[in-house]
Nanobody, 119 residues
């Protein structure tokens, strides 16, 4: 059974950098045809795609967030991470890590972690 678990600070001050980690169990981050995504949902809004890292370590970002976003992986601990710099209250959201299997779509989601940006 594949499980994804997000972890993060919960509260970040404006202008700081948000850092979240997703720990994967039941699969390997380097398994072929796996794509590991970050998606968020702000209060009252729909889902917003942030970016992803591939099984080979390539990264792709939303154009609207690209200048502030970095996604990386830790193959030793089977994790991937999100860093979002210069956060504002607009970045307050529930952040999800999600697996996409090529040809199958998004098939496993983490439970989500609330991130609030406030002074």
């Amino acid at each position: 059974q594949v499980q994804l678990q997000e972890s993060g600070p919960g509260l970040v001050k404006p202008s700081q950098t948000l850092s979240l980690t997703c720990t994967i169990s039941g699969d390997s981050i380097t398994t072929s045809n796996r794509y590991w995504h970050w998606i968020r949902q702000s209060p009252g809004k729909g889902l917003e795609w942030i970016g992803y890292i591939t099984y080979s370590g390539d990264t792709y970002y939303s154009p609207s967030l690209k200048s502030r976003t970095s996604i990386a992986r830790d193959t030793l601990n089977n994790q991937f991470s999100l860093q979002l710099s210069s956060v504002t209250p607009e970045d307050t959201a529930v952040y999800y890590c999600v697996r996409l299997r090529g040809g199958e779509g998004y098939d496993y989601w983490g439970q989500g972690t609330q991130l609030t940006v406030s002074s």
